[in-house]
């Protein structure tokens, strides 16, 4: 097949993918169907030729057109039929699932899934930017995409497991995410100690484990988020914060943009926003459970730190700490950064730390716009506790829950998301992203 005769055929299927839902979704299965079947005798995508890659990328180009205009009319009518009308709640993931099973052709299956996440991320189709068309349509919806905001913000069922430990012994170790707690305070350190906290597919599952249990148990006022001592040459001994993105899961295509880049900004970091959302019968109180929370940054919160660090409500650094969204460097949409930081930082310091790369030390007077204090290494730690006790004054909630919703509501949230789910899935695969990762992993690790 040619690339004109792959065109001619997206001009005939247009018009069926907005007829009705029942001809609609034969149509596209069968349009999506052609396509993985042309792609599965050609070449592997890094063996074909010029032609043979110009003709992939025309039979897949034309399709997501398809699925983009599949979306735009059904996406309500989809959303309702794999949530039984909204009456279940299924997280991103479990989305994706149901979605490949219900209507084949819409996002990639399973195990479609499987054979490319064994492959290099340079060598991939590309499939999960399928994933992102359709996780971008149905976050535009106020409808469905209101709806898996709340379904992502309920407790996941590991933590519900776990729970029950954690409230009988104040700690437990989730493997990169240790838990403790101490009086009122629920302390997260990270303790990826090889990787300087670079967050991976594992590390974000931790991590809403973790902050699903601190604001589940009744016992704990306040949460607390702290790097641990590494082990890692450049930093042995020394406490750091994250250093953002584990590069060399990208390049090896283990980091998800289900799993890792939507599962973290719709999961556990909208639950340090807004807190989790437990079934119930309906009644007049908050259904929302949601604490203050403090973040301690020793030496460094590099990309995915930094984003973290906009949500909390108070902000310790150390004095030779620094702070930096590398976005240009990496090539990715820094998360929500670019959603948030320009309410803290303005809109020039933020174009200098997200597009130009810029480092904010903790020692510079343009860190108290990301910080709320800068101290001594030997004075930090007394810092924290009279924060951590100052957050459990008794008007802390009611107003840290007014002061969420006045700068960042659910539906502007929601909004950024869908296009941030589309923008995220197309960066991961372009062409400079894929060298610029392959460059960072053959070194030894990133080491700032």
């Given amino acids: 097949m040619t690339v004109g005769e792959v065109r001619a055929a997206l001009r005939t299927d247009l018009d069926d993918v907005q007829a009705p839902l029942p001809r609609a979704r034969v149509t596209l299965e069968q349009a999506a169907q052609h396509s993985e079947d042309l792609l599965d005798v050609l070449p592997r995508p890094e063996e074909r030729s010029a032609q043979q890659q110009a003709v992939a990328e025309a039979a897949v180009d034309a399709v997501r057109t398809l699925r983009a205009a599949f979306l735009d009319t059904h996406v309500d009518a989809v959303y309702d039929e794999l949530t039984d009308r909204r009456s279940r709640h299924l997280r991103v993931a479990e989305l994706a699932e149901a979605a490949a099973a219900a209507f084949p052709g819409l996002v990639p299956t399973v195990e479609r899934l499987a054979v490319e996440r064994a492959r290099p991320q340079a060598h991939k189709e590309g499939h999960e930017i399928d994933q992102g068309i359709f996780f971008s349509r149905v976050l535009r919806s106020p409808q469905a995409g209101a709806h898996l905001l709340d379904a992502m913000l309920r407790p996941t069922a590991r933590a519900t497991a776990v729970l029950p430990e954690f409230t009988r012994t104040g700690r437990v170790d989730l493997g990169s995410v240790r838990l403790e707690r101490t009086g009122a305070v629920a302390r997260l350190t990270m303790c990826r100690d090889d990787a ?253």
């Avoid at 789910?421 to 197309?426: D, G, H, I, R, T």
């Fill in 196 to 448: 300087l906290n670079a967050e991976d597919n594992a590390q974000v599952d931790d991590m809403e484990t973790a902050v699903d249990l601190a604001l589940l148990d009744p016992a704990v006022e306040v949460g607390l988020l702290r790097g641990g001592e590494m082990t890692h040459p450049r930093y042995r001994g020394r406490r750091v914060f994250s250093a953002g993105i584990n590069l060399k899961a990208l390049h090896s295509g283990d980091i998800s943009l289900v799993d890792f880049l939507l599962r973290r900004e719709l999961g556990y970091i909208h639950k340090l926003v807004r807190g989790i959302v437990a079934d119930g019968e309906p009644g007049w109180r908050p259904r929302h459970t949601d604490k203050p929370w403090v973040a301690v940054v020793d030496s460094f919160a590099i990309g995915g730190g930094c984003q973290l660090l906009l949500v909390f409500d108070h902000v310790i650094a150390a004095a030779d700490a620094y702070l930096s969204l590398p976005a240009a460097q990496e090539g990715i949409v820094p998360g929500a950064a670019n959603f948030r930081l320009t309410r803290s930082a303005g809109p020039r310091l933020s174009r200098q730390v997200i597009l130009e790369g810029r480092r904010v030390y903790a020692s510079e007077p343009e860190a108290r716009l990301l910080v709320d204090e800068v101290h001594d290494q030997g004075d930090l730690d007394l810092a924290v506790e009279r924060s951590v006790e100052r957050m459990r004054g008794s008007a802390v909630l009611a107003n840290r829950r007014m002061l969420n919703l006045a700068e960042e509501s659910p539906d502007e949230f929601r909004c950024y998301m869908a296009e941030f789910a589309l923008q995220q899935a197309l960066r991961i695969y372009s062409s400079d992203v894929l060298d610029k990762v392959g460059r960072f992993s053959a070194a030894a690790g990133r080491t700032p």
